[in-house]
């Protein structure tokens, strides 16, 4: 069998790059001297990579390094980012040398795993001196506030607003125009599938690019802004003095089909972002990262040495395959990659615009149509992973402000919601579903071709946690007899249950003086009912409860925020401090 470069893992920081679940704890390995710095890092305690070189002098420092000497002086994340700040030579080389000015007095390191995804990205960190205490950065800037968006990610998006000044992530408005999808061009095997995707199912949101807007310009600011914010959020956890003289070490994931090439220029583009000299930075494969995280979380998915297993990480862009065998599992995870890795352009962000592009030709022309409209109904479709492939099933999908449909329009909108068929959801997912499978059998052929016997197939990343593609998946494969795993995060799959009914609330209003106790007495009256959509919300997040009628019960705690306007009032959803889509009154 061939095989590439062996890979060792204890419980090491590449278990990190997989930045889905902060409740887990991932175990790191100490460094080999207290007094390590990202210089001196060994190969093995990362993948294969082993152009580690040490890191400048104190002599090597420049003159212009003190003219940043306080951790205030960084900018504020809410704040649009500036060439200065994207420039940060000053910044980052004078926090450098600090560092190694006083490396002497510092133990361990900071190891930060960077997710730099295609649609979506995430940092986790953690601390050599506390290797069992991961942290992930579950606050991200939005239009508002420095910490207003609360998520295991944000998106990997930028939107400028001059010609060195720029909004990005979570921090843009949601209905404009901004930059997306360029870290695929990083690799330039991938720009035509790229062009095809924007030709085929464009996003109404994209932005056009000048020609100084080229993928590594992007890549590079919108790193810039993400180590920006991450070094504001661990100054506030270490404080100021401590982390400008405890060193970083960044670990950057990327696609199993990347050339040498794209791992270069992202290395380029993260060292001109100040994550430090690229000849220090770490890239690991996206699949190795996740397979990893996954192995240590769910000790060994009742695989065994000598066992060949396929990881199929499906993300909001791309979905990349790559086959390893294990060599040990104790005491350090070994494994090693036996086929070349495969990849295609097929993640859930397909599934998103064909739901786009279905909805516009289904209302695009109607003079009630718009952006927010669009972007609505999207949102409702991404939190909605219920979808079981029965094409009898109806899903309300949100259309505020279009009117009731008349009896004989097949197109039924009922109370600014539109019923949509079962059938048109599974045509939706279909051309994805299959071209996933068609991957999975393609890698599968390839580790044949090696002499590997494929035992299972491990599916990891958001879209790899969708039941209706491992449902898809499990019957296709069972027939060679191979398995399929699903993430630890991943929903437990379960017999499709009854739908969840929306909740019906009404709104009264009384005229006395004091509250009445209950509805009936004194000068009270209804003015409005509410019917609460529960199917927008992820079920995978709700607390289950067994009730004394013996039954499973889910606990939802929800909320509805009224925003009161001069002549409207609106009603937005919020479960776990996001917004999940305006929920319309019906007046009395």
């Not at 003219?67 to 926090?95: F, G, H, M």
């Not at 504001?232 to 960044?250: D, F, N, Q, R």
């Not at 009898?392 to 449909?405: A, C, Q, T």
């Not at 991957?439 to 599916?459: H, N, W």
Request: charged share 30%; glycine share 8%; with cysteine.
């Amino acid at each position: 069998m061939k095989r590439s470069s062996e890979k060792t893992f204890g419980p090491s920081p590449e278990s990190l790059a997989h930045t889905k679940r902060p409740k887990k704890r991932v175990k790191l390995e100490s460094p080999e001297s207290p007094t390590s710095t990202p210089g001196n890092a060994t190969p093995n305690d990362y993948s294969d990579e082993s152009d580690v070189h040490p890191m400048p002098s104190d002599e090597e420092e420049d003159e212009s390094d003190h003219s940043v000497t306080q951790e205030q002086d960084l900018p504020r994340p809410t704040q649009a980012v500036t060439k200065y700040q994207r420039s940060n030579n000053t910044i980052a080389k004078s926090r450098t040398n600090r560092r190694q000015k006083s490396k002497k007095e510092v133990k361990g390191k900071i190891i930060a795993a960077v997710d730099f995804g295609t649609t979506y990205s995430g940092i986790c960190w953690a601390h050599t001196e506390l290797p069992g205490n991961s942290k992930l950065i579950a606050k991200w800037p939005d239009t508002k506030s420095e910490e207003g968006y609360s998520g295991e990610k944000v998106p990997t998006e930028l939107q400028y607003i001059g010609p060195d000044k720029w909004l990005w992530g979570s921090g843009i408005p949601a209905t404009a125009k901004r930059l997306q999808w360029f870290k695929l061009e990083l690799e330039p095997d991938t720009t035509n599938d790229y062009s095809r995707l924007e030709d085929g199912y464009p996003d109404e949101r994209a932005a056009r690019r000048t020609r100084r807007q080229t993928p590594e310009t992007l890549t590079r600011d919108y790193l810039t802004s993400l180590r920006i914010h991450f070094e504001h959020m661990l100054s506030k956890v270490l404080g100021a003095g401590s982390l400008a003289t405890t060193p970083i070490e960044y670990v950057l994931t990327v696609p199993a089909i990347w050339t040498d090439l794209a791992k270069s220029r992202t290395k380029a583009c993260a060292e001109e972002a100040g994550m430090g000299p690229a000849a220090a930075l770490k890239i690991i494969s996206e699949p190795e990262a996740a397979a990893v995280w996954a192995f240590h979380e769910m000790a060994s998915y009742g695989l065994e040495k000598g066992d060949t297993f396929v990881v199929c990480d499906a993300g909001g862009g791309t979905v990349d395959l790559i086959t390893y065998e294990i060599l040990a599992l104790s005491p350090s995870l070994r494994i090693v990659e036996v086929a070349k890795g495969e990849g295609g352009m097929c993640g859930s962000t397909m599934l998103d615009r064909r739901f786009a592009s279905f909805l516009i030709g289904k209302f695009g022309s109607h003079e009630m149509w718009s952006e927010s409209l669009l972007q609505e109904a999207k949102t409702t479709f991404k939190n909605d992973t219920g979808f079981t492939g029965c094409k009898k099933e109806e899903w309300d999908v949100p259309v505020p402000g279009l009117p009731n449909s008349t009896d004989d329009d097949p197109d039924q909108i009922r109370h600014s919601r539109y019923s949509m068929k079962g059938s048109d959801i599974h045509d939706i997912f279909e051309p994805v579903i299959q071209e996933i499978i068609n991957l999975v059998r393609q890698q599968i052929e390839l580790s044949k071709d090696v002499g590997a016997d494929i035992k299972a197939v491990i599916m990891v990343g958001g879209f790899g946690e969708n039941l209706y593609l491992y449902e898809r998946l499990r019957k296709v494969l069972a027939r060679q007899q191979i398995e399929v795993r699903m993430s630890p995060q991943a929903p437990v799959p379960r017999p499709p249950g009854k739908k969840l009914e929306p909740v019906k609330i009404t709104i009264v209003k009384c005229d006395d003086d004091r509250a009445p106790t209950i509805v009936g007495k004194g000068q009270v009256r209804e003015i409005a009912r509410l019917e609460v959509p529960l199917n927008r919300l992820p079920k995978k997040s709700f607390e289950i409860r067994h009730g004394q009628d013996g039954q499973q019960w889910y606990i939802i705690d929800f909320a509805l925020r009224a925003t009161c306007h001069s002549a409207e009032t609106y009603y937005d959803l919020m479960y776990k401090g996001k917004n999940y889509g305006r929920v319309i009154a019906e007046y009395v």
